[in-house]
Nanobody
């Protein structure tokens, strides 16, 4: 069983930056492709960015050029650097394997972009 714990969210003004972290329990973390997902109020959860075991990345069009996903397998951690934040980025952010595993969802971390 793998568990993920997200952190690093907060309140930020438009144009600001945040760095999210996701710590995974279990030494099998390195075998998973990983993704950052988000769910805004009243909307379905969506994939924001994903990273392969070897570090190849892919992004949703809405965040391309602004967000960067990375991972440190030695630390069992995946990161999401978010720059040039917009009001529409407000959501709860989660990490999970890619494709998502229903039993791996954590509590998420709230990101609020507001002036």
């Amino acid at each position: 069983q793998v568990q993920f714990a997200e952190s690093g969210g907060g309140l930020v003004q438009p144009g600001g930056s945040l760095r999210l972290s996701c710590a995974a329990s279990g030494s099998i973390f390195s075998i998973y492709r990983m993704g950052w997902y988000r769910q805004a109020p009243g909307k379905q959860r969506e994939l924001v960015a994903r990273i392969s075991n070897g570090g190849s990345t892919s992004y949703a069009d809405s965040v391309k050029g602004r967000f960067t996903i990375s991972r440190d397998n030695a630390k069992n951690t995946v990161y999401l650097q978010m720059n040039s934040l917009e009001l529409s980025d407000t959501a709860v952010y989660y990490c999970n394997a890619f494709p998502q595993r229903p039993d791996y969802w954590g509590q998420g971390t709230q990101v609020t972009v507001s002036s």
